[in-house]
């Protein structure tokens, strides 16, 4: 028979998810995913969609960050450097979100949602340069921390 005291992976999974949200990393993820998300609204509502491939592309990278930071699989992946990697996404999703979102906000007289979306744009651009900021700041600790270590072995 099966084992039904035991907690289901689905439950394992939903305590997990509410533990890392309350994280600092997680909250900024979840808060770049639905931002990017009301982005995406917002851009698709407008007369003009195409700027609405820089929200989509942010906001699947963005998940696809907090699922892997969250189930804690940079730890068992380790081909890739992961602090690295959500570093490039973040320095990368901010210039992108600001270029268009100045775009957006100079250029959008008459359509609403575009500029909407150009002031969401600027947030979320804003959002992604603090993530950078925080990524940047653990990198470099990292880097003092393993400094420090070879310099007492020497």
């Not at 380790?78 to 992108?96: E, H, M, Y």
Request: hydrophobic share 55%; charged share 15%.
């Amino acid at each position: 028979m099966a084992d039904t005291t035991g907690t289901s992976p689905a439950a394992n999974c939903l305590e997990k998810l509410k533990s890392y949200v309350k994280t600092p990393k997680g909250f900024i993820l979840s808060a770049e995913i639905l931002i990017s998300f009301i982005i995406l609204i917002c851009y698709a509502a407008s007369l003009y969609g195409g700027y609405s491939a820089v929200a989509i592309c942010e906001m699947v990278f963005a998940i696809i960050f907090f699922i892997i930071f969250m189930m804690e699989l940079d730890k068992q992946i380790q081909l890739v450097n992961w602090v690295w990697s959500d570093f490039f996404r973040a320095i990368i999703g901010a210039i992108l979100y600001i270029i268009t979102s100045l775009i957006c906000v100079i250029g959008g007289a008459g359509d609403g949602a575009r500029i909407a979306g150009g002031v969401f744009g600027l947030i979320a651009g804003l959002l992604f340069a603090y993530d950078t900021y925080t990524i940047y700041l653990q990198i470099k600790s990292t880097r003092q921390h393993t400094a420090a270590a070879t310099d007492d072995l020497a």
